[in-house]
């Protein structure tokens, strides 16, 4: 699904953040992206979907070279992707239904399909009282699975999440993380950057291990 | 079938963005109504003025169609050869009416209309000649024509003086005619003002829903998709723009309605000051849409590629 072939990214400025990097990750499976802040997981996940562009190196996503994807094809690659941010990254003057709703009035879905794919994936993540609601008067865990709502809305093939439980206390980190499981196992693929070692260490997943920009663990991955 | 129903979904999807873009502009009801206030002006103004020398023009074509030659006949010619000379010009195919004004008649009207009676009774004959006024077909009634029709006339043995009344009517239309350019000028002037506005209006209008484009970026949304909402915005500007401007410029022309009756009236004219028709207003329509769609569009090219996700 990803494949990573010695992928470097240097910033303007000079600042390495990632150093010849390379790894794969097959379809369906699940991993997390560790390291400490500054290690170049970001970057990592930003050049998935194409918010910055390697410097060095060759990208491939679903058989696809993202290296050399020309700017009109950047939001095709990007509707098979499903992000999540440690900020949640919603619009505040919208409802949690049109928040969710926005992948599929992107992608010009007929009115009555949104309906029924939002309710479906706000009732997956267990808020399907709260589509009227706005996301300030929602609790940062339940803004957090508006995110996830969000990003699963268009059934994407994969999931990118960046720190997505770091502004949630351990319980309600467990539950996000278990969403990730489930919808893990029902195919899709996941990628998630995280420092919540604690977290990772209880669950059987890969570890792709940044230091410095440079991938230095791989446990289980191929 | 499907294409049909692709249609209709895309037709759809435009109609929803339009209005959520007009109902974005109702929630700031202030701000909008400034905005569209500014645009009004600024196409009123010169749409007022097209109306009003439109009108001008309107008033010179009534001369030009009312186009007559006048033609003073030598004195003393007997009774038979006047009568000659009508049926002879009647026959011209130039010609499409005569209007004979004997010396006495002429004498009598400008004795009812001069007060010079007592002036008049003292004169021993009537110095005033026999009048034929020409009114030539419409195919002969621009300038050139009726001056070779002034010339054949003046080369009767009858005619004293044969006289052209198009001359000012000529330097009227010229004086409109500068007008007209001038108010082009000063119209192209508003209109890149009125592009210039809702441009920057739309650049403020990013900037505010930056965090909106970014997000909607990240989430796959085309250049297209980012770019309609603003492009109504601009379309809705230009549109309310012309409409208030419409609404100016009636009201200005009925102000004026009264006193132009009031003008023709000393004139002995039934000229009246047209308002602006479906046509014209249409046009003003069409105009404030393509300012407001260009507008926006310029913002759009400038401001929103540099909106980028990080």
Known sequence: MIRFDHISKRYPGGRDALQSVSFHMHRGSMAFLTGRSGAGKSTLLKLIALLERPTRGQLFLDGENLSRMPRRQVPRIRRKIGMIFQNYRLLCDRTVFDNVALPLV?????????????????????????ERAFPVMLSG????????????VNRPPLLLADEPTGNLDPELS???MHLFEQFNQVGVTVLIASHDLDLIARLPYDQIRLEQGRLVQERGAS | MNFARGLNNYVGRHLQVALSSLGRLYRTPLASLMTTAVIGIALALPAGLYALTGNLQQLSNRWDGSTSLSLFLKKSLPEGRIEALRQTLEQWPEIARLQFISADQALEEFRHLSGFGEALDALDENPLPAVIAVQPAPA???????????????????????????????RFNAIVDIVRRSIAVVASLLG?????????????????????????????????????????????????????????????????????RELAGLYQSDFRLQMAGPGEILTLMATGAIL??????????????????A
Do not use: C, M
């Open chain 1, 106 to 130: 992107i992608a010009g879905h007929r009115h009555q399909e949104i309906g029924r794919r939002v309710r479906a994936a706000l009732d997956k993540v267990g808020l399907l009282g709260k």
């Open chain 1, 141 to 152: 865990g339940e803004q957090q699975r508006v995110g996830i709502a969000r990003a699963v």
């Open chain 1, 174 to 176: 467990r539950d996000i």
């Open chain 2, 140 to 170: 002969y009634r621009d300038a050139e024509s009726a001056s070779a029709l002034l010339e054949r006339l003046r080369r009767l043995p009858e005619v004293e003086l044969a006289q052209l009344d198009l001359q000012w009517v000529q």
């Open chain 2, 192 to 260: 890149l003002a009125v592009l210039l506005i809702i441009g920057n209006t739309i650049r403020l209008e990013i900037q505010n829903r930056r965090e909106e484009i970014e997000i909607t970026r990240l989430v796959g949304a085309t250049d297209a998709f980012i770019r309609r909402p603003f492009l109504y915005t601009g379309l809705w500007y230009g549109i309310g723009g012309a409409l208030l401007a419409t609404v100016l410029v009636e009201i200005a022309l009925l102000q004026l309605q009264a006193p132009a």
């Open chain 2, 292 to 309: 407001g769609l260009l507008g926006a569009w310029l913002a759009v090219g400038r401001h929103l590629s540099a909106i980028e996700p």
